[in-house]
Nanobody, 123 residues
Framework: VQLQASGGGLVQAGGSLSLSCAASGLVFNRHSVAWFRQGPGKEREFVAALSWHGGRSDYRDSVKGRFTISRDNAKNTATLQMNSLQPEDTAVYYC?????????????????WGQGTLVTVSS
């Protein structure tokens, strides 16, 4: 079982990035997915989550209207489209998955984790 996050990089404030999470070795269409992030000197925090069927989503307030989480069950991938990026969005972003329909903000409720991908937003 593996989650592979990619798509991070350096972008100027106001720019956009699209993060991808590729899943393998699991029944992806029965797993909810989420993105968390950990900024420099900060604790890991919830960013966004999407249920396995795509019917429920949740976002932290600071990214609502700027970030969009989506999934393609046929390709076993989840995407986090990030627009209007700000320096405070700088962090290592992690994708997570769990065999459930839950959409949770609690990191301990997500059983599967990928490695992080670094997003740096310059001012």
């Amino acid at each position: 079982v593996q989650l592979q996050a990619s798509g991070g990089g350096l972008v100027q404030a106001g720019g956009s990035l699209s993060l991808s999470c590729a899943a393998s070795g699991l029944v992806f269409n029965r797993h909810s997915v989420a993105w968390f992030r950990q900024g420099p000197g900060k604790e890991r925090e919830f960013v966004a989550a999407l249920s396995w069927h795509g019917g429920r989503s949740d976002y932290r307030d600071s990214v609502k209207g700027r970030f969009t989480i989506s999934r393609d069950n046929a390709k076993n991938t989840a995407t986090l489209q990030m627009n209007s990026l700000q320096p405070e969005d700088t962090a290592v972003y992690y994708c997570a998955a769990d065999y459930s329909s839950k959409v949770s903000r609690r990191s301990y409720e997500w059983k599967l984790w990928g490695q992080g991908t670094l997003v740096t937003v310059s001012s």
